[in-house]
């Protein structure tokens, strides 16, 4: 039953208070990093890619309880998820994932979105130097 103090849904509650995959990935094969310049808060996303397929995923998420749980769905979603696949996980996705957030609070899963986004330019970019 949600909390009705908060205007969250349980999972977004539960992935607030027990967040998947926080911490770090000392070898990642990539890393992206997005701050939302309007709050302040940060979010940093670490790939493990095997034969195009994502075996792992971390984050660092420096904000607000959404994006933290944002960035909790996100590498629950990314795992075991192909290249291909993981391009089309948009924030919708992980909103629909956390069973929906408050208006004022999507922008906090564009984050993840973005930090995707990132993780996976950088990722090609890496690729890129090292056929070079
Ligand atoms: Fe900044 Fe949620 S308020 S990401």
């Known amino acids: 039953m949600a909390d009705k103090a908060f205007p969250y849904s349980d999972k977004v509650m539960e992935h607030f208070l027990n967040p998947r995959n926080m911490g770090e990935i000392e070898d990642a094969d990539a890393i992206g990093d997005v701050g939302n310049p ?22 660092k998420t420096f904000g607000c309880g959404a994006a933290i749980a944002s960035s ?50 950088n990722y090609y970019a890496n690729l890129k130097k090292k056929r070079n």
């Open 72 to 121: 909790s769905m996100l590498t629950e979603l990314l795992k075991g998820k192909s290249l291909d696949e993981a391009r089309e996980i948009s924030n919708q996705a992980v909103v629909e994932a956390l069973d929906g957030l408050p208006p004022v609070k999507i922008h906090c899963s564009v984050m993840a979105e973005e930090a995707l986004a990132k993780a996976l330019e």
């Open 38 to 59: 309007a709050c302040g808060d940060m979010m940093r996303l670490y790939l493990k890619i095997e034969n195009d397929i994502i075996v792992d995923a971390k984050f």
